[in-house]
């Protein structure tokens, strides 16, 4: 199954989406009409019942080359304000706010260039796969700006300041193991091997129970913003939900087989661990 749209294109199969940037010609950077298609096929995504995972991903060379200087800047900024505010708006919030709560895992699997607001999608995702040789750089600084819009906030949440400001103040670039080494990405694989790594671990994260996968995002997400007690609370209100989502599933047949000797939760989920 696929959905196609102007810049965006969605391969659907075995639970996993398959999201690519699709303007190879210039290298994925996000135009106005990415910001739309991304808005749209995010939120078809979020309905669609065959879809448990996303792998968001670049056609071609390059993973994302950041916000698109001439359709976006130089058309847009100073010569017609009010679409310039739409698009930003439009641009921060499915990266900044529909990715990063968005009700199913999201992995970043990055082939290539990696630019300015291209880092905000690394980051709006859960997980980051890189290929070794991908190029990442924070450019805004070579040609006069600063990390804008979301991206502060992305090196924020995600990069070690030494690194952020490093990167950010010399504009140099770094690849995939420098990435991985820094922690921006989870660790990275020869190019060769991206698709079938990433493919793996999203299947394998697609085999889990999708309202638990929710509740692990959320957790892990509010928490950083919350005091002990309301974490405490937030979380007991959120273990109800998942139990009434799955109408008590994780602890009749969860922990119910477990205790009926059946498989070992600790080495792996029902069906992939039988007990030894
Ligand atoms: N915005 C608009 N167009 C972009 C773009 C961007 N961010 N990045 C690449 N393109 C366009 C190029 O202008 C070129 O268009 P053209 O064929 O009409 O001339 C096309 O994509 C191919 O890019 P090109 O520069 O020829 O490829 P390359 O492999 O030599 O270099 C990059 C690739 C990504 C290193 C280089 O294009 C670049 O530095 N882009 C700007 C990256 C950036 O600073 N992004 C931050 C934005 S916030």
């Not at 059946?262 to 792996?268: A, E, R, S, T, V």
Request: proline fraction near 3%.
């Amino acid at each position: 199954m696929s959905y196609n749209f102007e810049t965006v294109k969605v391969e659907i199969a075995d639970k996993v989406a398959k999201v690519i940037l699709n303007r190879p010609e210039k290298k994925n950077a996000m135009s106005p009409q990415m910001h739309r298609d991304m808005t749209a096929a995010l939120d078809q995504l979020r309905y669609d019942d065959d879809v448990k995972v996303l792998v968001i991903t670049g056609a071609g060379n390059s993973f994302c080359a950041g916000m698109d200087l001439k359709g976006f800047f130089n058309e847009l900024k100073g010569k017609d304000p009010a679409e310039y505010d739409r698009i930003t708006r439009m641009a921060t919030e499915w990266r900044g706010r529909t990715m990063r709560y968005f009700p199913k895992p999201t992995i970043a699997m990055i082939n290539g260039f990696v630019f300015g607001g291209g880092f905000s999608v690394v980051e709006g995702c859960d997980l980051a796969i890189a290929a070794d040789e991908a190029t990442f750089g924070l450019s805004e600084i070579n040609f006069g700006m600063f990390p804008g819009g979301a991206v502060s906030k992305s090196l924020a949440n995600t990069m070690h300041s030494r690194d952020a400001l490093f990167y950010g103040m010399t504009g140099r670039t770094f690849n995939g193991k420098k990435a991985a080494e820094m922690k921006f990405v989870n660790y990275s694989v020869p190019l060769a091997q991206l698709e079938a790594e990433t493919m793996t671990v999203a299947k394998e994260i697609a085999g889990k129970e999708l309202s638990a996968l929710r509740a692990t995002k959320d957790g892990y997400r509010f928490s950083l913003e919350m005091t002990w007690e309301a974490s405490m609370s937030y979380t007991a209100a959120k273990e109800q939900e998942v139990f009434m989502a799955q109408k008590g599933g994780w602890l009749e047949n969860g922990i119910g087989n477990f205790l009926k000797g059946d498989y070992k939760p600790g080495l792996g989920d029902q069906g992939a661990a039988k007990k030894k």
